[in-house]
C-alpha cells in the first residue's frame, strides 16, 4: 500500500464524489478509479458502494478512513518534526502563552535567557485559549506553550510550574472589600462582571459551579476577555469579580482583592513542549523559566 493511495482514498471518502475529489488531487476520474480499484484488490475489500448518482462508503471503508486519518496525521507530525529540527539552527525559539505568563513570568526568564543567547530570536504569541496554545505546540507552531490545563496528547510534556488563590475584586469603597474572605454566599445579590466560557473557561466554569452548589445563578451584567478591561470595570463600579491573585500586581489604585474561600479552586500555570525533537534552546529555557517561577513563587 502507498501513501498515495490512502490520500486518494481519504479525498474519496470525504468528497464522496470522484470526480471532485480527482479536482482536489489533480488527478482525472478515470486514474482515481484505477488507485482505487488497485487498493481495493490489495486490501481484498470493497470500500465504496458506487452507483451512477452516488458513491458511499462500506463499513470496511469507514474503519479504513478512520485509520487513514491518523496515519496522514502522523506522517504530517513527523515531517514537520523533522524540518522543525532542521530549522532550529535558525536560533528561533517560538513561544506561546496565556496573558499570565506573557506578562508576567516570561520578561524576567527572557532577560535571563537573552544574557546566554542574545542572537536568538523570539517570537511570542499571547492569546487568552489555553486550548489554542496546546494546540499551536502539537501542530509544530511554537515550541514552548504556557498553559491552564496539562495537555492529554502523550508526545507533550506539561510540568506544573506553579499554582495560585482566586481573589473577589472589588473597588475599595466597595461594602465586601474589607472582608478577609468571601464565598458564593457572599456574592449572591452582586452585579459581577464575568468571563465567555470559550475564551476563559477555568474561572467561568469554578463561578457557575460554586454558585450552582447554593441553588443559584450570578448575576452576570457584563463579560470580558482582558483581565486589564475587567480590573477597570470593577474599578468604576460595573460589579465585582473573580480573578486569579496575579492580577494584582498589574492593578490600578483604588481596588481590593478579598480571597475566594474555595481551597481547591486554585488556578494552576503549566509550561508544554514536545516530549522529543526539541533543540537544546528549548531545553535551556524551560530550566530557566522553571527556576525563575520558583522564585516567584517564594
Known amino acids: 500500500m502507498e501513501l498515495r493511495q490512502l490520500e486518494c482514498f ?9 470526480r471532485k475529489a480527482g479536482e482536489r488531487l489533480g488527478l482525472s476520474s478515470s486514474a482515481l478509479s484505477d ?31 478512520r485509520d487513514a486519518n491518523k496515519i496522514l496525521s502522523d506522517i ?53 485559549s489555553s486550548d489554542f496554545h496546546a494546540q499551536q505546540l502539537e501542530s509544530y507552531h511554537t515550541d514552548i506553550a504556557f498553559i491552564r490545563t496539562p495537555s492529554p496528547e ?9 499554582r495560585q488563590n482566586v481573589v473577589v475584586v472589588t473597588s475599595k469603597t466597595h461594602p465586601l472589600a474589607e472582608k478577609t474572605s468571601l464565598s458564593a454566599v457572599d456574592l449572591l445579590d452582586q452585579p459581577i462582571v464575568g468571563y465567555p466560557k470559550r475564551a476563559r473557561p477555568i474561572l467561568h466554569e469554578m463561578l457557575w459551579h460554586r454558585f450552582r452548589d447554593v441553588g443559584r445563578q450570578p448575576n452576570i451584567v457584563c463579560e470580558v476577555i482582558d483581565k486589564s478591561t475587567l480590573l477597570q470595570f470593577v474599578l468604576h463600579g460595573l460589579g465585582i469579580a473573580l480573578a486569579p491573585a496575579w492580577v494584582q500586581a498589574i492593578a490600578p489604585r483604588g481596588l481590593s482583592f478579598v480571597p475566594f474561600d474555595q481551597s481547591d479552586d486554585d488556578i494552576e500555570l503549566y509550561v508544554a513542549y514536545r516530549t522529543t525533537g526539541n533543540s537544546e534552546l528549548v531545553a535551556e529555557f524551560i530550566d530557566i523559566v522553571t527556576e525563575a517561577a520558583n522564585q516567584g513563587s517564594k
Do not use: W
Open 10 to 18: 481519504v479525498a474519496v471518502a470525504e468528497e464522496l464524489h470522484f
Open 35 to 65: 488507485r482505487i480499484n488497485a487498493l481495493e484488490t490489495e486490501l481484498g475489500a470493497t470500500l465504496f458502494f458506487r452507483t451512477t448518482r452516488q458513491v458511499s462508503l462500506t463499513q470496511a471503508g469507514a474503519e479504513l478512513l
Open 76 to 128: 504530517d507530525k513527523s515531517v514537520a518534526s523533522v524540518r522543525h529540527t532542521s530549522e532550529s539552527d535558525l536560533k528561533t525559539l517560538r513561544i506561546s502563552g496565556v496573558d499570565e505568563a506573557i506578562s508576567m513570568l516570561l520578561p524576567q526568564a527572557l532577560a535571563k535567557f537573552r544574557l546566554r543567547y542574545p542572537s536568538v530570536h523570539t517570537q511570542i504569541l499571547e492569546i487568552s
Open 154 to 162: 502523550g508526545f507533550v510534556t506539561s510540568q506544573l510550574l506553579y
